[in-house]
Nanobody, 112 residues
Framework: QVQLKESGGGSAQPGGSLRLSCAAS?????????MGWYRQAPGKQRELVAH???????VYADSVKGRFTISRDNLKNTVYLQMNNLQPEDTAIYFC?????WGQGTQVTVSS
């Protein structure tokens, strides 16, 4: 059974940065074609933030292009989301995803 555990959430001021980590257990992420990050703000539907596949090809939501970077470290079995120039509208619970399921989420709050 594959488990995903997020960490790295917290509070930041507008313009600040955070890095989220998604540690996988139960399977090597090198055998998982696509992994990604989603987010859900209060009162809104869960939405895609970014995906990355085994080849390293990435897909980003328009709202985060140029600010967020997704990466994967097969040796550490971890997927990362580097978030720069954070804005209040980035406030949400961020979830790690793979075809095997979801992590429990980590809260990101951006406010001055």
């Amino acid at each position: 059974q594959v488990q995903l555990k997020e960490s790295g959430g917290g509070s930041a001021q507008p313009g600040g940065s955070l890095r989220l980590s998604c540690a996988a257990s139960g399977r090597s992420i090198s055998s998982i074609n696509v992994m990604g990050w989603y987010r859900q703000a209060p009162g809104k539907q869960r939405e895609l933030v970014a995906h990355i596949n085994i080849a390293g090809t990435t897909v980003y939501a328009d709202s985060v292009k140029g600010r967020f970077t997704i990466s994967r470290d097969n040796l550490k079995n971890t997927v990362y989301l580097q978030m720069n120039n954070l804005q209040p509208e980035d406030t949400a619970i961020y979830f790690c995803w793979s075809v095997y399921g979801w992590g429990q989420g980590t809260q990101v709050t951006v406010s001055s």
